[in-house]
């Protein structure tokens, strides 16, 4: 089972706060400097697609790959009418495999973090950047060990009239992950909820050793900010962002 299986209907109404639009429009604005021109960009575990329309919606020819048929399904739903729909592809990370090479690749709001095991990592980045035309970009966020580490025992909750999502998190600094119990209720026709459960495992990622992977990929330039800047990252930052060529 997929990590989002439960929580694919009700994910974009929860994460109504993931200030899609702002990321679409800074990961734009890095295509826009690549060292090749962009048409084709690959979304790497891809959700329920909001990236992947914002970017289809810029112009871009989209390939969008996703481990979760059910976040497909609202992905494909959420393509509906568009001029240029992405092109959606049930695909675990670490086994791309694409028709042709793309002019880059972009993973958002921590999708690499769910690859807790070391070979994973590698076997998705070497996946990539065999995929990319020589020159291309790969633009990817991750969680950095700072806030996963902030996160243990806390207790979050987020709601919408129709749904109810509780996450308790704990992390583990001996294996460096963070475990979320999730426990969504979801509201029936008749007034009754309907309760489902999932566990997520996100890893703490080091600079260090993101840094190495990427290299022995293939990426000769790896450039890292803080979110959604090009300034550097501050030492409390929730997020990294990494430029890779």
Not at 55 to 75: I, N, P
């Amino acid at each position: 089972m997929s990590a989002y299986d439960a929580l694919a209907a009700s994910y974009d109404g929860l994460m109504a706060d993931g200030s899609y639009r702002r990321r679409a429009a800074f990961l734009e604005r890095r295509l826009k400097k690549s060292p090749i021109p962009v048409e084709t960009v690959l979304d790497l575990a891809c959700g329920t697609g909001t990236i992947a329309c914002l970017l289809a919606k810029r112009g871009y020819e989209v390939l969008a790959a996703d481990g979760s048929e059910e976040m497909l399904t609202q992905a494909a739903a959420k393509a509906e009418g568009l001029e240029r729909p992405p092109l959606f592809l049930l695909q675990e990370m670490p086994k791309l495999r694409l028709a042709r090479p793309v002019d880059a690749a972009v993973s958002t709001l921590d999708s690499l973090n769910y690859l807790t095991r070391e070979r994973d990592l590698r076997e998705t980045f070497r996946h990539v950047r065999r995929w990319l035309k020589p020159g291309g970009l790969f633009l990817f966020d991750v969680n950095t060990p700072y806030k996963l580490r902030r996160m243990d025992g806390q207790l979050y909750m987020d709601e919408t009239e129709e749904s109810v999502c509780v996450w308790r998190t704990f992390f583990s600094e001996k294996k460096r992950i963070c475990t979320y119990q999730v426990d969504l209720f979801r509201l029936r026709p008749d007034g009754a909820w309907d309760r489902s459960f999932e566990e997520h495992r996100e890893r703490a990622w080091t600079e260090e050793e993101l840094r190495q992977y990427l290299t022995e990929a293939g990426f000769a330039s790896v450039k890292l900010t803080g979110d959604l800047t090009d300034k550097p990252p501050q030492l409390n930052e929730d997020r990294w962002q990494f430029e890779c060529s």
